[in-house]
C-alpha cells in the first residue's frame, strides 16, 4: 500500500508566510515536518518572498471560485473576521478590489 500524502492547503501556507511565520513553525502547526512543508512548497513553484505578495492573488482567486468569505477563512485556518481586516487591509494599501 502506498503512503498518501498530507493535505496542505496552499493559501494557508501563503497566509502564514505573510504573517511572518517561519516555515519550521508553519510545519509544526500543520503536523508535517519541515522538509515535507519545503519539498511542496518547491512543487507549488513558491517561495517565502513570492508567498507575501500572493494574497490578493489568492483571495481574488478563491472568489472566482464562488468561495464565501467563511469558506476562505476555514482554508487559511483564521476568523472570518481577520479575512475581513486582510481584505481591507489589500484595498487600502494596494487599491485591489476584492469583491
Known amino acids: 500500500m502506498t503512503k498518501q500524502r498530507p493535505r496542505i492547503a496552499k493559501e494557508r501556507v501563503i497566509f502564514l508566510l ?6 519550521q513553525d508553519i510545519a ?9 512543508l519545503w519539498r511542496r512548497m518547491k ?15 489568492a483571495l481574488t482567486e478563491m ?3 464562488g468561495m464565501s468569505w467563511r469558506e476562505i477563512a476555514n482554508v487559511m485556518g483564521v476568523c472570518p473576521r481577520h479575512v475581513f481586516r486582510l ?9 485591489i478590489v476584492i469583491e
Not at 18 to 23: D, L, N, P, V
Not at 43 to 53: R, S, T
Not at 87 to 95: I, N, P, S
Open 87 to 95: 481584505r481591507r487591509d489589500l484595498e487600502a494599501k494596494a487599491g
Open 63 to 65: 472568489r472566482k471560485t
Open 43 to 57: 512543487d507549488w513553484g513558491l517561495d517565502k518572498d513570492e508567498a507575501a505578495n500572493m494574497d490578493a492573488a
Open 18 to 23: 505573510r504573517e511572518g511565520y517561519q516555515r
Open 28 to 36: 509544526k502547526l500543520l503536523g508535517i515536518g519541515r522538509t515535507t
